[in-house]
């Protein structure tokens, strides 16, 4: 892993180290983003402290984007439990599809991206931030899911270092099989950390629409299956988000 004192965006980096030829599967860090990128377009706030990293590496043929999807956040999930200790854990979840949530704030997110370089071949980039060896006070507030970090929880200082050691060897095994379908074990083991499982809540589909019903589970290819009424819906990209009170999914989850 190469680590920076500061970057634009870290899968920026890696994705132009990629393309001048170094070997993948490869991984940068940065100490600091100036622009840091998050998913859909928004920005990633990126003071000193926090894991800011990337990993790249050739995309196969055949992919399954959101089990790439998944896997990154059951990656993440598992380094920074580690810091946790195992009580605390449990108040860890993984909201679909790669959002990490620590009693309910967001504390990392995932950006998975693919760009074809000059000679035509395709990269893999998965960047992961993780608001770690930070104080809540540097975090956005005009965000959609308020923010928290590892320090601010934790009221001590915490080993970034060792976070982005484990998390770059998740990585990689992410890209070794992003080629394949989550298997059962794997779907269960991200099933059991998901926000928000059997409660009402309210997808925005990329390129627009919403479902409201009751998040039931996930395919092994990573969508998200939504009760609604007696039927089940299939989301497979966008954002989810509890449903307000009194809304449709209050009424999907009465008809279960
Ligand atoms: C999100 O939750 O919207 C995704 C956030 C991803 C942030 C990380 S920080 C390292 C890498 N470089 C970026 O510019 N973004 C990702």
């Not at 970034?160 to 083991?189: C, F, H, K, N, T």
């Amino acid at each position: 892993m190469v680590t920076l004192e500061q970057a634009g965006s870290t899968n920026d980096v890696a994705y132009a180290r990629a393309e001048a030829g170094e070997p993948m599967p490869l991984a940068v860090r940065a100490l600091e983003q100036s622009a840091g990128r998050g998913r859909r377009g928004r920005g990633w706030v990126s003071p000193r402290g926090g894991v800011w990293l990337s990993v790249a590496g050739t995309w196969p043929g055949v992919v399954v984007p959101g089990a790439v999807a998944l896997r990154s956040a059951l990656a993440v999930w598992v380094a920074v439990a580690a810091e946790l200790g195992a009580d605390a854990a449990g108040r860890l979840r993984i909201k679909w599809p790669n959002d990490l949530l620590l009693d309910g704030k967001k504390i990392a997110g995932v950006l998975c991206e693919r760009r074809v370089t000059g000679d035509g071949s395709v990269v893999a980039v998965i960047g992961v931030g993780v608001n770690a060896d930070i104080e809540n006070g540097e975090l956005p507030t005009d965000v959609r899911t308020p923010a928290t970090s590892l320090r601010s929880v934790l009221g001590r200082g915490v080993d970034a270092d060792a976070i982005a050691g484990r998390l770059v060897s998740g990585l990689y095994g992410v890209l070794e099989r992003s080629d394949s379908p989550m298997e059962q074990g794997e779907v269960r083991a991200v099933v059991d950390r998901l926000a928000y499982l059997d409660e009402p809540v309210r997808f925005e589909r990329v390129g627009g629409g919403v479902v409201e019903g009751v998040l039931a589970g996930l395919s092994p290819d990573g969508r998200a299956a939504v009760r609604v009424g007696d039927s089940l819906e299939w989301v497979v990209a966008g954002d989810v988000d509890r449903a307000a009170a009194g809304s449709a999914g209050d009424s999907a989850d009465r008809a279960r």
